[in-house]
T-cell receptor, first 112, second 111 residues
């Protein structure tokens, strides 16, 4: 079993839809969880950063962490064509001192 | 600049040649990471530097790969005797703690 599992998609939705992206993980030591957005031929851009379990909201984006289920989610409300990108989850066991482990990314396409 | 800077942005090299990739992290960030991303794949961890601690080299795929970080700032990733399977985008990230900020990467093509 890989440390971090993420469905690669592709996921296609119409503009305005609510998008749900998910990752599961196996290492119970993970405490720091991130979501990155990556446009084609660009570096990953940090979207959300959360610690331990709970929800975090930033504009149209909401990140959820359920440590008991080893499951994290990113919700995008009112999706826009500009949200079309690959979304990568990442996690680490410590705030500093270990590498970030990434999922393989989910490719999202939002059509207008 | 305010972000992580990588150079060159693109590099084409002949099989068997050595290459050096450079990363200038965000000022003040103590942690620096190198990742590799092959076409359509996720990010593969290569090496991690944290302050003055010994680097975590557990992700380096072979002894042809090495990296150093001078003065706790600039880092250089060196690939010796490049092979075609080394073709990928090499991404550098820096972090104050926890969350990492990436550069735009160096696209390496070995012909």
């Amino acid at each position: 079993q890989k440390e971090v599992e993420q469905d690669p998609g592709p996921l296609s939705v119409p503009e305005g839809a609510i998008v749900s992206l998910n990752c599961t993980y196996s290492n119970s030591a993970f405490q720091y969880f991130m979501w990155y957005r990556q446009y084609s031929r660009k570096g990953p851009e940090l979207l959300m950063y959360t610690y331990s379990s709970g929800n975090k909201e930033d504009g149209r984006f909401t990140a959820q962490v359920d440590k008991s289920s080893k499951y994290i989610s990113l919700f995008i409300r009112d999706s826009q064509p500009s949200d079309s990108a690959t979304y990568l989850c990442a996690m680490s066991a410590e705030q500093a001192g270990t590498a970030l482990i990434f999922g393989k990314g989910t490719t999202l396409s939002v059509s207008s | 600049g305010a972000g992580v800077s990588q150079s060159p942005s693109n590099k084409v090299t002949e099989k068997g040649k050595d290459v050096e990739l450079r990363c200038d992290p965000i000022s003040g960030h103590t942690a620096l990471y190198w990742y590799r991303q092959s076409l359509g794949q996720g990010l593969e961890f290569l090496i991690y530097f944290q302050g003055n601690s010994a680097p975590d080299k557990s992700g380096l795929p072979s002894d042809r790969f090495s990296a150093e970080r001078t003065g706790g700032s600039v880092s250089t990733l060196t690939i010796q005797r490049t092979q075609q399977e080394d073709s990928a985008v090499y991404l550098c990230a820096s972090s104050p703690r926890g969350q990492a900020f990436f550069g735009q990467g160096t696209r390496l093509t070995v012909v």
